[in-house]
């Protein structure tokens, strides 16, 4: 399976809860069962960069994946992209089975949408 293609923006300096839902390829198509996965993203300036401007995991807490009802929610406080410094990058998002399959659902480009009204 491919990954699909899905470019969003980030408010700098509101929360982000971002649904996400994982449906197979059947008809018509049925939510994943997540039970037991973990997800990873990262985006970087380019592919090739080296170092991560943003992480987001279920060891972090900056993702959440439900069981059955196919789930994925990226999740950032008001504080943590509000001290977002960069504009725009790459990302992908892998989810990790039981069994160690990775899967690369997403991948895209996140535009930081520069906060005007700040504390």
């Known amino acids: 399976m491919a990954a699909g ?3 969003f923006t980030i408010e700098q300096g509101t929360s982000v809860n971002k649904k996400i839902i994982w449906k197979d390829n059947s008809t018509p198509a049925v939510p994943v069962d997540l039970t037991g996965y973990t997800a990873r993203m ?3 300036s380019t592919i090739v960069d080296p170092t991560a401007l943003l992480t987001l995991t279920t060891e972090n807490a900056g993702i959440t ?3 059955t009802n196919g789930t994925i929610t990226l ?3 008001a ?3 509000a001290a977002l410094t960069w504009v725009t990058g790459v990302y992908d998002l892998e989810l990790v089975s039981t069994t160690g ?3 690369r ?3 895209g480009t996140i535009t930081v949408d520069p906060e005007v ?3």
């Open 117 to 119: 009204t700040r504390p």
């Open 42 to 44: 990262m985006v970087r």
């Open 5 to 7: 293609v899905h470019n």
């Open 75 to 77: 999740v950032m406080t």
């Open 79 to 81: 504080t943590a992209t």
């Open 65 to 67: 994946v439900g069981t």
């Open 105 to 107: 659902l997403l991948k």
């Open 101 to 103: 399959i990775v899967t």
